[in-house]
């Protein structure tokens, strides 16, 4: 049985880690009412881009004959080559929320594997990385520093580099993938197709009614820039939703092992007094005993 002297010791450990959990909670709160605001923000700015796409893509259209024949919305029903570009932390002590988009990745790449198509990945996270490497599969890209602290023109280049490699035909297909923000206690792993552009996700099938009125010959050229955008600020609004859903996860991990370490200091402090109360009953029966043998 582990001495007083023990259990005291082991009281105290564990209060410290208690004070510690309790302090990265109220950071990753703190964090993740910052980061929530700013997805907010993007979110409705992301809106309206996604909504300006659609109504010029639209307009080309129905204005073409063949319909939009830019390579940004060519797809290929049996792609050869994939490109999956995915996000984690760079920290850990955030419960599961690395291993759900690593768990969708890799159930991702044993799909298309099963048609014949090879799967290039793109890692933007210490974690991901670490993983990958760990079980010996190859990266094209290792983006560290990217996913703790999004910046648009450090995401921006890297997926212009990603979108480049489509242009020239060099991969077919981009998905995202990364765990996103629900609420507080809630995080969903959302995958999304950057390039082809989904028809569908845009509602290009759908009639027109829109009273915007562009130039016949700037179309092409403010569709493209449009499609640039579109695709910068898609990899840069995951980021930030990533973000404010590993501080949530994070911050729910913490106060799990903040009540977890409260149980554990209650446990511990009922043993101490079990064997504080043990050693005080043994002292008195000896101290008894000593006196009885003295008669």
Same mark, same amino acid.
């Given at each position: 049985?582990?001495?007083?002297?023990?259990i005291?010791? *082991?009281?105290?450990s564990? $209060? +410290?880690?208690?004070k510690?959990?309790?302090?990265? *909670?109220?950071?990753?709160?703190?964090k993740?009412?910052?980061?929530e605001?700013?997805?907010? $923000?993007?979110?409705?700015?992301?809106? *309206?881009?996604?909504e300006?796409? +659609?109504?010029?893509?639209?307009?080309?259209?129905?204005?073409?004959?063949?319909?939009?024949?830019?390579?940004? %919305?060519?797809?290929?029903?049996?792609?050869?080559?994939?490109?999956? =570009?995915?996000?984690?932390?760079?920290?850990?002590?955030?419960?599961? %929320?690395?291993?759900?988009?690593?768990?969708?990745?890799?159930?991702?790449?044993?799909?298309?594997?099963?048609?014949?198509?090879? =799967?290039?990945l793109?890692?933007?996270?210490?974690?991901g990385?670490?993983?990958?490497? %760990?079980?010996? =599969?190859?990266?094209?890209?290792?983006?560290?520093?990217?996913?703790?602290?999004?910046? %648009?023109?450090?995401?921006?280049?890297?997926?212009?580099?990603?979108?480049?490699?489509?242009?020239?035909? +060099?991969?077919?297909?981009?998905?995202?993938?990364?765990?996103?923000?629900?609420?507080?206690?809630?995080?969903?792993?959302?995958?999304?197709?950057?390039?082809?552009?989904?028809?569908?996700?845009?509602?290009?099938?759908?009639?027109?009614?829109?009273?915007?009125?562009?130039?016949?010959?700037?179309?092409?050229?403010?569709?493209?820039?449009?499609?640039?955008?579109? =695709?910068e600020?898609?990899?840069?609004?995951?980021?930030?939703?990533?973000?404010?859903?590993?501080?949530s996860?994070?911050?729910?991990?913490?106060?799990?092992?903040?009540? +977890?370490? $409260?149980?554990?200091?209650?446990?511990?402090?009922?043993?101490y007094?079990?064997?504080?109360?043990?050693?005080?009953?043994?002292?008195?029966?000896?101290?008894?005993?000593?006196?009885?043998?003295?008669?």
């Open positions: 049985m582990a001495s007083l002297k023990d005291k010791r *082991k009281i105290k564990v $209060k +410290n880690t208690e510690t959990t309790r302090a990265m *909670k109220l950071v990753s709160s703190a993740l009412k910052r980061t605001e700013l997805a907010k $923000k993007s979110k409705v700015y992301a809106a *309206k881009l996604t300006l796409l +659609n109504e010029i893509a639209r307009k080309m259209a129905g204005e073409n004959a063949n319909g939009l024949d830019l390579p940004y %919305f060519s797809e290929v029903k049996n792609p050869k080559i994939v490109d999956i =570009v995915f996000i984690t932390a760079d920290k850990g002590l955030c419960g599961g %929320f690395n291993a759900q988009t690593i768990k969708r990745v890799n159930a991702l790449r044993k799909e298309f594997a099963a048609k014949g198509t090879e =799967v290039r793109r890692a933007v996270g210490r974690k990385i670490d993983y990958f490497r %760990f079980n010996g =599969v190859a990266l094209s890209n290792e983006v560290l520093g990217l996913s703790s602290s999004p910046d %648009f023109e450090k995401s921006s280049e890297l997926i212009g580099q990603i979108a480049q490699d489509y242009i020239d035909g +060099n991969t077919e297909k981009i998905i995202l993938v990364h765990n996103g923000y629900v609420n507080m206690i809630t995080q969903e792993v959302r995958q999304s197709q950057v390039l082809p552009i989904d028809h569908s996700a845009l509602g290009l099938d759908n009639v027109s009614t829109s009273e915007l009125e562009v130039e016949p010959d700037e179309d092409n050229t403010l569709l493209e820039g449009l499609v640039k955008r579109y =695709v600020y898609t990899m840069y609004y995951a980021l930030i939703d990533s973000l404010a859903a590993e501080h996860a994070r911050m729910q991990a913490m106060d799990s092992a903040t009540n +977890n370490a $409260k149980e554990m200091v209650k446990s511990l402090s009922i043993k007094n079990r064997a504080r109360q043990e050693a005080i009953t043994t002292e008195l029966i000896e101290i008894i005993s000593g006196m009885e043998s003295m008669k």
